[in-house]
C-alpha cells in the first residue's frame, strides 16, 4: 500500500509512525510545508485521558511524550477578581508543540517513513512532483486550511462558520506555577487570559474577548502591537512585566473557524484531525482528538488486507461516534465562551467555576465529587453545587 499524508503536524506524522511501524513494507510519506524546526503555537495540553490511548497505540513515542511533557498539579479560575483553586485529578501536562513533533517526527523516521519539509502542497496535481500521484490513498492531515478538503469540498460536504469571539495564541517567559484561566473585565469589555507552563522558560498565553468587548474597545482599529500592548496591560497582575511574545504568524487576532465535514472520505481522500473537524481549544484537546483519528485510521487501513476502500470506510463508521463526542464537548464548550459576558456579569465566583466546569455536558456532579473534592467543598459552602 502507498500512502501520502499531506500535513506533519501530529495527526499526519502520527499517523505516519503507526503505518509505518506495523506494515514496514508500505510506502508511507508526509509532505510538510514548514521546515523541520519551525511550528505554530506554542506548548500544547497533553490530558491524560489522551495519553493512555497514545501508550496503547505505540509505547515508544508515549514514554518520549510522557517525559517531556511538564505536569500540571494545580489550576486556579479567577472571576470577579477572586481566585479558585484546585488540585487537578489526573496526570498530564504540557509540552512544546515543537518537541511534540520532533518526538513524532524522529520515532517516523526510524520507523522508515519518508518527511518531505519545505513542500507545499496546492493541490493533489502536486503530490506528482514527489512521485506519489499513484499512492493508494492521500490523507488530508494538513490543518484548519486544508487543501485537500478544500478541492473535493463537495464530495466531503464540507460546512464552515466562524465564531464571534476573538483569541491570540501568545508565549511568555513567565513560568506559571499552576496553570489559570482569569476571566476579567476592562473599561466594560469582557476578556479572559488561559495560560501554563510548558517548559521550563515558556508558558503559553492564549487570550480572547468576545465579540461585543471587540468592537466596544475598538479592537479591530488598532495593530497587533496595540493588542498586545493592551493584553500586557489587562493581565499585568499575572504577566508582573513579562512581555508577551507572539511568535512568527502575521496575523495573532483571529476569529475561531467551525469546520464539518459531512462525508470522511471522497474517493482514495481521507481526511484526520483539524483538516476534518476543528476542535477549539477552551478543552486543550485539539493535539489529542488529531492523534486519536490517526489511530483509528491506522487501525482500519492495517485490518483492510489491501483494500483500501474497505480500510477507509470502516474508518469513519468505527470512529464517527466516539469523535462525535469530543466534537460535541467542543461545541458546547466555544458556546459557553460565546457569552462569557453574560456568565461574568451573573454569576458569583463560585456560581461561575461550577457552570465552568459542567459547561461541556461531560462532568457532572458525581464527577465533580469523585475528582475535584476540595473544589467541591469550597462550591458546597457556597450553595452553588447542591
Ligand atoms: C490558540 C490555540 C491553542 C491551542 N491549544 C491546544 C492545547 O492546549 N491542546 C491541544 O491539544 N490542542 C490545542 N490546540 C489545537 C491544536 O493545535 C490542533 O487541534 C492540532 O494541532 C491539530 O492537529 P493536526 O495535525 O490536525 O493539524 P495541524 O497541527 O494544524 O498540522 C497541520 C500541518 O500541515 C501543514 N500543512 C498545511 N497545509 C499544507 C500544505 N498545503 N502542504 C503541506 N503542508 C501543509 C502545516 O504546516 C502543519 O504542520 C490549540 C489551537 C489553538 C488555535
Not at 478541492?151 to 466562524?162: D, I, K, L, P, V
Not at 476543528?278 to 489529542?288: V, W
Not at 490517526?294 to 477507509?312: H, Q, S, T, Y
Request: charged content about 20%.
Amino acid at each position: 500500500m502507498k500512502v501520502a499524508i499531506v500535513g506533519g503536524g501530529p495527526s499526519g506524522l502520527y499517523l505516519a509512525l503507526l503505518l509505518k511501524r506495523r506494515a514496514p513494507r508500505w510506502t508511507v510519506e508526509v509532505i510538510e510545508q514548514n521546515a523541520a524546526d519551525a511550528t505554530f503555537g506554542f506548548g500544547v495540553v497533553l490530558a491524560d485521558s489522551g495519553l493512555q490511548q497514545l501508550r496503547e497505540a505505540d509505547a515508544d513515542s508515549y514514554d518520549a511524550l510522557s517525559e517531556a511533557t511538564r505536569q500540571h498539579q494545580h489550576q486556579i479560575i479567577v472571576q470577579a477578581e477572586t481566585p479558585i483553586g484546585f488540585r487537578l485529578p489526573v496526570k498530564g501536562g504540557a509540552i512544546p508543540r515543537l518537541t511534540l513533533l520532533q518526538i513524532l517526527e524522529q520515532h517516523a523516521e526510524q520507523a522508515g517513513v519518508v518527511v518531505h519539509y519545505r513542500e507545499r502542497i496546492e493541490s493533489t496535481a502536486d503530490l506528482a512532483r514527489l512521485g506519489l500521484q499513484d499512492a493508494d490513498v492521500v490523507v488530508g492531515a494538513d490543518g484548519i486550511n486544508s487543501v485537500i478538503r478544500r478541492e473535493f469540498e463537495q464530495g466531503f460536504a464540507t460546512t464552515s462558520n466562524t465564531l464571534g469571539n476573538h483569541f491570540a495564541w501568545y508565549g511568555t517567559s513567565k513560568v506559571f506555577a499552576a496553570s489559570a484561566l482569569v476571566f476579567r473585565k476592562y473599561q466594560g469589555g469582557h476578556f479572559v487570559a488561559h495560560y501554563y507552563a510548558y517548559s521550563d522558560e515558556m508558558s503559553t498565553f492564549v487570550a480572547e474577548c468576545d465579540d461585543a468587548t471587540w468592537e466596544r474597545l475598538a479592537l479591530g482599529q488598532m495593530t497587533e502591537g496595540q493588542r498586545q500592548a493592551l493584553m500586557e496591560e489587562i493581565f499585568a497582575p499575572e504577566l508582573e512585566g513579562a512581555p508577551l511574545i507572539s511568535g512568527n504568524a502575521r496575523v495573532v487576532w483571529r476569529q475561531f473557524p467551525v469546520i464539518r465535514n459531512a462525508h470522511w472520505t471522497h474517493g482514495r481522500h481521507v481526511l484526520v484531525g483539524d483538516a476534518l473537524a476543528s476542535a477549539h481549544f477552551s478543552i486543550g484537546s485539539g493535539t489529542r482528538i488529531a492523534m486519536n483519528d490517526a489511530i483509528a485510521l491506522a487501525e482500519a487501513l492495517l485490518a483492510c488486507n489491501g483494500d483500501a476502500g474497505a480500510g477507509l470506510a470502516a474508518y469513519e463508521r468505527t470512529h464517527r461516534p466516539s469523535k462525535q463526542k469530543l466534537i460535541g464537548a467542543s461545541e458546547r464548550s466555544y458556546l459557553w465562551y460565546e457569552r462569557m459576558g453574560q456568565w461574568m456579569d451573573t454569576y458569583s465566583p463560585e456560581e461561575f467555576v461550577y457552570q465552568f466546569m459542567t459547561r461541556t455536558g461531560r462532568v457532572n456532579d458525581e464527577r465533580l465529587r469523585e475528582q475535584y473534592p476540595e473544589l467541591m467543598v469550597r462550591l458546597g459552602r457556597a450553595g452553588s453545587a447542591a
